[in-house]
Nanobody, 111 residues
Framework: QVQLVESGGGLVQPGGSLRLSCAAT????????GAWYRQFPGKERELVAF???????HYPDSVKGRFTISRDRVKNMIYLQMNNLKPEDTAVYYC?????WGLGTQVTVSS
């Protein structure tokens, strides 16, 4: 059974940083891909960061230069380092890989 568990969300001031983590069981990020999405209230989920099996990464312009996705093959985890956070980054962040989604972790950017 595939399971993804996110952690690391919370409240941070504008300009601050957070690091999200996602642990996988039943699937290996290194064989497929890992991704982070976020969802604003009333909106569809949008891609935030993507990492392929060979460590190629992709970011939308909205987070490029501020967010970094990485992977630990041994621990079977992916991470999202978020720097220079803005109030518009406030959302629920989800970990995703093939056929699986985490339950999400809330990130709130507010002074």
């Amino acid at each position: 059974q595939v399971q993804l568990v996110e952690s690391g969300g919370g409240l941070v001031q504008p300009g601050g940083s957070l690091r999200l983590s996602c642990a996988a069981t039943g699937v290996h990020f290194s064989l497929y891909y890992g991704a982070w999405y976020r969802q604003f209230p009333g909106k569809e989920r949008e891609l935030v960061a993507f990492i392929t099996s060979n460590l190629t990464t992709h970011y939308p312009d909205s987070v490029k230069g501020r967010f970094t996705i990485s992977r630990d093959r041994v621990k079977n985890m992916i991470y999202l380092q978020m720097n220079n956070l803005k109030p518009e980054d406030t959302a629920v962040y989800y970990c995703h890989t093939v056929r699986a989604w985490g339950l999400g972790t809330q990130v709130t950017v507010s002074s």
